[in-house]
């Protein structure tokens, strides 16, 4: 009899084993699947996904509601080649801060970092009819920057007079290429962000939120060339 009984222990101890196992494979995985759907966002067009390291991997509190857009470039150290994507990148990781995308000249879209995380990108500001997001319009939005350069007077507060004139003229606003990618970029952005209006309300510069520190995208920025309601 205690041999039967020891035999059974056996047996159910096996399979306990097993379904424990098996429930533990089961929980790992929907884990991992949750934190895929969480770091990487779905985005429907071609992009160089190039995360930034060390940066604000902590999800946002707030539904996106807004895109800021800015201007980047290496000017003020490469003056006639501003645009090296390593060197503006390395500028990111140097000051801890970066967009979730970056456009380049030709249009190449770099996703740096998911959507999911608040990126480090407006700084302090306010935005006229949303109190509730004083110097806190990163939990809110979406930052994309554009490589591209202002007029001399809005480069001022980064480089001098002498060294904006080594800037070749082809370097100095935005491309066409890169409105068309924007434009593909903010259409994949608001299908998938319902609460950020196709409007200017809600797709804004930077100068906008914070007109004392910044002045991107800057005057050189036709915003008639971006597919929102009244442009």
């Not at 990781?93 to 967009?99: A, G, H, K, Q």
């Not at 995380?117 to 509730?132: D, Q, V």
Request: glycine letters at 8%; charged letters at 25%; a negative charge.
């Amino acid at each position: 009899m205690n041999g039967r009984v020891l035999l059974v222990l056996l047996v159910f101890l096996l399979i306990m084993g097993g379904c424990s196992g098996q429930v533990h494979e089961e929980v790992v995985a929907k884990a991992e699947t949750k934190k895929s759907r969480d770091v990487y966002t779905e985005i429907q067009i071609p992009v160089i996904k190039d995360f930034m390291p060390r940066l604000n991997y902590v999800p946002r509190s707030n539904i996106q509601t807004h895109v800021v857009l800015h201007f980047i470039s290496n000017a003020a150290m490469n003056p006639e080649n501003p645009y090296i994507y390593e060197d503006i990148r390395e500028i990111f990781v140097n000051y801890d801060v970066s967009p979730h995308y970056m456009i380049d000249r030709e249009g190449k879209i770099y996703y740096l970092l998911p959507e999911t995380r608040a990126a480090r990108h407006a700084g302090k500001g306010e935005l006229p009819g949303y109190p509730e997001y004083k110097d806190d319009l990163n939990d809110y939005s979406i930052g994309i920057e554009l490589m591209a350069i202002g007029t001399e007077a809005e480069m001022g507060t980064i480089l001098s007079g002498e060294a904006y004139k080594k800037i070749p003229q082809e370097h100095i606003g935005y491309t066409d290429a890169q409105y068309q990618s924007l434009n593909r970029l903010l259409e994949d952005i608001l299908g998938r962000n319902k609460k950020i209006g196709r409007n200017r309300e809600h797709i804004i510069g930077h100068d906008e939120y914070a007109p004392e520190r910044k002045d991107d995208p800057g005057s050189l920025f036709d915003w008639s060339k971006i597919n929102i309601e009244g442009e």
